[in-house]
């Protein structure tokens, strides 16, 4: 019963990632809680709300044809922790910067807490330094 738990609560944080790289906005609505909560790269902490409108409308938009990958997915408790690799097309602003229109890669982790069968909260980390010097904003060394 343990192991199912745990199974099931890796199906659910991935397919977060997995509705927000189909533009499936109506499922990321009802995979998160209503009182969720992310916090990632040392910016203040998002609402629900704000974190699905990042993702649409400054992530997705900057961002297209993503191709991410889950290097490891490991469960324990109520918590799953994602390493993952995300191939994509830069064909739009992103954080002012404009479009190089190169495929760009990232890397990072995330924590995602289940409970009630919804994700409560996230932290994550991203490689904004490499993704930087892709974007052109750092030189590469």
């Known amino acids: ?3 199912e738990l745990l199974e099931k609560n890796k199906e659910i944080c991935l397919g977060v ?7 499936d906005w109506e499922r990321v609505d009802n995979l998160l809680s209503d009182d969720f909560q992310y ?3 040392g910016n203040p902490p998002m609402d629900k709300q704000q974190y699905i409108n990042f993702m649409r409308y400054a992530l997705s938009a900057a961002m297209t044809d993503m191709d991410m990958k889950f290097l490891r997915v490991i469960a324990e408790g109520d918590l799953v922790s ?9 064909t739009g602003a992103f954080f ?17 807490q289940v409970k009630n069968g919804k994700v409560t ?3 994550q980390t991203t490689n904004m330094y490499g ?8 030189p590469k060394q």
């Open 39 to 41: 916090i990632g790269d």
């Open 96 to 112: 002012g910067i404009p479009a190089t229109n190169k495929r760009v890669h990232a890397s990072g982790q995330f924590i995602r």
């Open 121 to 123: 909260a996230e932290w």
């Open 1 to 3: 019963m343990k192991n």
């Open 17 to 23: 990632s997995k509705a927000i790289m189909g533009g």
């Open 82 to 90: 994602v390493d993952y690799t995300n191939d994509m097309n830069n």
């Open 131 to 138: 993704l930087m010097q892709q974007l052109g904003v750092i």
